[in-house]
């Protein structure tokens, strides 16, 4: 893990939303950096802005929510300033994607599964027809769906959680982005299958050379992916740095706090 | 913390007054429904059937435009206009809001019931069924058809199958908030279903109810107005919006006459905006996530 | 980390059995088997751990004991007198206060046009049990009291309170009726780390105030390990492994147990990164599978 340029930089992000007629800080002057290839976990309780931070990346912030000041660099632009979609469409999909909590807000109820993984090869790699559907099953097969053939033509709703989930990281992946954002993919799902799936965005982020930005909560969860850590409170960063060094050595209170409400195995 | 100063039915009227449109609207109806009760008590007001007869000429006074003496002018055998727009708007208004208050009512119960009490789920759903895929126009014209044309049978006819739809909309809501937490709360802490209803499942059904109800108003009116159309409506001896809309339709291509039927088809647009503008604000009102 | 282990009371009293329960969704073809001949014994004042994923029953189990879903086939008996089936209403009120539930999710299991004060007595309104108003709210203010929340918070909505202030609401709903045992079905699941700290040891104080037992229902196994005294694992409607806390996760038998384990993430980055995990694949079992005993109080499910 080179730590040479940052991939994505944010500085005093500053992000608020009107609520019932009043204005509120939730992003209140974050700055963090996200290193080429590495694994950041950003951990905080809810309320904390996690899901909001993660939004403000791909330009999917709630109607009522805007970015007040701040920046955000990826690739020497800063995507904080973006207001167009068509500036947005450029970078979501093909540089930065995202999985989220629920694999069914992701994904339409009404296409297969396979189509929908295809639009997003369609779309972003401009392959057609018959090669985009070899590319799609070639993918899902990736993501560890072994009958990739069969499951093409199903709906969502008839497969499992974990199954769903595997579809979405595989379309999110077809079009090779530089940055996953995962954001508690794994919150909704059992723990057995929580564990596969994290093997297979280990797996997943060793081939395709990922930069993964991974939220939660879940203090088991972060410890087996991330190099780093961010810990999130209340709209900022208290404390980052390596994993070891949050777990055995955490600095600020809040961390300490939060380590030490574990049960332990 | 502070003793809660939260009431529901405070919130929601504090909302729906936020909403100028709709308050004018509201006041509109208010002064509208006023207006339409004192008319006939008010002085100089001629009656909705009387023929008029030119005293000079003894020619009836036919399709008289808006003027001084007859302010809506008078229809093609001399009546007074004014007085049968008003005299018809009670009618109309009487027969919707009856009609609405029934359907709420019956399908309020029978969609509870119908949602809550599983045993007789699939009764209900097969009856819903059956009358539900008869066509509600056809039931209406023949019961129109096969009874004496008049104010109750109109009523009677809407009523029939007009709960229907509310009964549904009722029931799948019941059947969605059944199975949550609260309710199963509730069965275990040993509270009687009559309790559960009122007290869990009632107050989520309020807002869907008065949204429900006031858009009935204007959908019965144009029913009526329908099958007036089609020939069973009311009689002409009874003016409704149904009637005067009817008759005046023969008009349109006479500029002179249109006002036959402009004015009774602006009292009806009126009418219907204005219960729909109000609907929608209170169905916003109620809803708990506007509050504040 | 105390461990208070089953054998170390000498009285075992049982306050509950659960045998051989059959409990099945749908009808003809659709017919499914949620809970597929269980049984086990839950002690007087212990910790009774239900652990599962999704669909393996562990939830419709809970709800059987209460009488909220039918059972098809078993018996379950409560303090000697089997509850399961039909029964007379007046063990049916009796029931009403001596077993009771804490659910899942705070946002759903209160009702939100209701206040605080109606919530919290609806039991007592149902079983009658007070004298009069000024009793009843007494009631209701000590139970508040005992979950950590204020007296003036009776006067209040839900949707006023946060998740973790929610859930104890639900809790004083629960024991206000003075219970005996308290089913709690995935209490903590959708609450924050440091409330679901705060209110696990809520569960533990007021186990010990109040004198109850606890059947806890739970996927997350670690979560177990700091609260119950013995766990029974559940996977597809069967126990497949049922031991004292530090034995199970000492000696895990079953396949699926150790599967289990192995997935939970343990928030020790050299533990995790190097974990080898444990993959179950569903046994066949060639004859009807039995409980066996392994060791003391160790149950196994095998051929």
Aim: hydrophobic letters at 45%.
């Amino acid at each position: 893990m080179s730590r040479s340029e940052p991939l994505l930089c944010i500085e005093d992000l500053v992000i608020k939303f009107k609520v019932r007629g009043q204005t509120i800080e939730v992003i209140r002057g974050l700055s963090l950096k996200l290193y080429r290839g590495e694994s950041l976990a950003i951990v905080g309780e809810s309320g904390a802005g996690k899901s909001v931070l993660a939004k403000a990346l791909i330009g999917a912030l709630d109607k009522n929510g805007w970015i007040d000041s701040g920046r955000i660099i990826y690739e020497g632009m800063d995507i904080a300033k973006f207001q167009a979609e068509d500036d947005w469409l450029k970078i979501r999909g093909r540089e930065i994607a995202m999985v989220f909590q629920e694999p069914m807000t992701a994904l339409n109820p009404l296409k297969t599964i396979g189509n929908q993984v295809e639009e997003a090869i369609v779309l972003h790699e401009g392959y057609r027809g018959r090669d985009a559907r070899e590319r799609a099953i070639k993918v899902l097969e990736n993501a560890g769906i072994e009958d990739a053939r069969k499951l093409y033509k199903k709906y969502p709703h008839e497969l499992s959680g974990g199954m769903r989930q595997r579809v979405v990281i595989a379309a999110a992946l077809a079009c090779r982005p530089k940055i996953l954002i995962c954001d508690e993919p794994t919150t909704a799902l059992d723990v057995t299958i929580q564990a596969q799936i994290l093997k297979l965005l280990n797996r997943l982020q060793e081939e395709y050379k990922l930069t993964i930005l991974f939220i939660s909560h879940d203090l088991g969860v972060v410890a087996k992916v991330a190099d780093r850590v961010a810990v999130m409170y209340c709209g900022k960063i208290v404390e980052a740095g390596s994993v070891k060094e949050i777990f055995y050595n955490p600095r600020d209170p809040y961390t300490i706090s939060l380590l030490s409400k574990l049960p332990y195995i | 913390m502070m003793n809660s100063g939260y009431s529901y039915w405070n919130s929601t009227i504090r909302a729906f007054m936020k909403n100028k449109v709709s308050l004018f609207f509201m006041a509109l109806m208010a002064v509208f429904i006023v207006f339409i009760i004192i008319q006939p008590y008010l002085p100089n007001q001629k009656s909705p059937n009387v023929i008029y007869v030119d005293d000079t000429t003894g020619l009836q006074l036919i399709n008289m435009p808006p003027g001084r003496e007859f302010w809506f002018g008078t229809n093609s055998i001399g009546q007074d206009m004014w007085a049968r727009i008003w005299s018809g708007t009670r009618t109309s208004l009487f027969i919707g809001i009856i009609v609405a208050l029934w359907e709420n009512a019956i399908g309020l119960i029978i969609g509870v019931i119908w949602g809550y009490v599983r045993r007789l789920e699939n009764i209900i759903t097969s009856i819903y069924n059956v009358i539900n895929n008869l066509p509600r126009v056809i039931i209406l014209i023949l019961l129109a058809y096969t009874m004496k044309p008049g104010v109750l049978t109109m009523i009677f006819t809407m009523c029939i199958t007009g709960w229907l739809d509310t009964a549904r909309i009722v029931r799948n809501i019941v059947v969605i908030i059944r199975d949550r937490e609260y309710n199963i709360a509730s069965r275990i802490l040993g509270t009687p279903a009559y309790r559960i209803i009122y007290r869990n499942i009632l107050p989520y059904l309020v807002s869907v109810l008065v949204l429900k109800a006031t858009l009935s108003i204007p959908a019965a009116i144009g029913y009526e107005v329908f099958l007036t159309y089609i020939g069973l409506g009311l009689p002409l001896s009874i003016p409704s919006l149904g009637n005067l809309i009817n008759e005046g339709r023969g008009y349109i291509t006479v500029p002179s006459l249109r006002y036959q039927l402009m004015i009774p088809a602006m009292v009806l647009s009126i009418i219907t905006v204005s219960f729909y503008a109000i609907g929608n604000a209170f169905a916003d009102a109620s809803d708990p996530r506007n509050h504040f | 980390m105390i461990y208070i282990g089953a054998d170390c009371m000498d009285k075992k009293e049982i306050i509950l059995e659960v045998k051989d329960l059959k409990v099945e969704y749908g009808k003809g073809k659709k017919r499914f088997t949620a809970v597929d001949g269980v049984s086990f014994s839950v002690y007087k004042g212990e910790t009774f751990g239900l652990a599962g994923e999704s669909g393996s029953g562990k939830t419709t189990i809970g709800r059987a004991i209460l009488r909220i879903v039918e059972t098809k086939g078993g018996a379950i008996v409560f303090n000697g007198i089997k509850i399961s089936g039909k029964i007379d209403r007046k063990l049916d009120r009796e029931l009403k206060r001596s077993i009771q539930m804490v659910f899942q999710d705070p946002m759903a299991s209160l009702n939100e046009r209701a206040k605080v004060d109606y919530i919290v007595s609806e039991g007592l309104y149902n079983t009658k049990k007070y004298i009069d108003e000024f009793h009843r709210r007494k009631k209701v203010e000590k139970a508040l009291l005992d979950v950590g929340l204020l007296p003036q918070h009776a006067d209040c909505f839900p949707h006023e309170f946060s998740g973790g202030q929610r859930q104890r609401i639900g809790i004083a709903r629960a024991i206000i009726m003075e219970p005996e045992l308290l089913i709690l079905d995935e209490p903590t699941s959708a609450l924050d780390i440091s409330t679901r700290y705060q209110i696990i040891s809520l569960f533990k104080a007021l186990k010990e105030k109040l004198n109850l037992t606890y059947i806890f229902i739970t996927h997350d196994l670690s979560l177990l390990r700091s609260i119950a005294d013995r766990i029974a694992v559940i996977y597809r409607g069967k126990i497949v492994e049922l031991a004292d806390t530090e034995r199970l996760f000492k000696n895990p038998i079953h396949p699926y147990t150790r599967a289990l384990l192995s997935a939970i993430p343990v928030p020790d980055p050299v533990v995790e990164k190097n974990k080898v995990l444990y993959i179950y694949n569903p046994l066949l079992y060639n004859n009807p599978p039995r409980l066996v005993e392994v060791e003391e109080g160790h149950f196994v499910l095998r051929d």
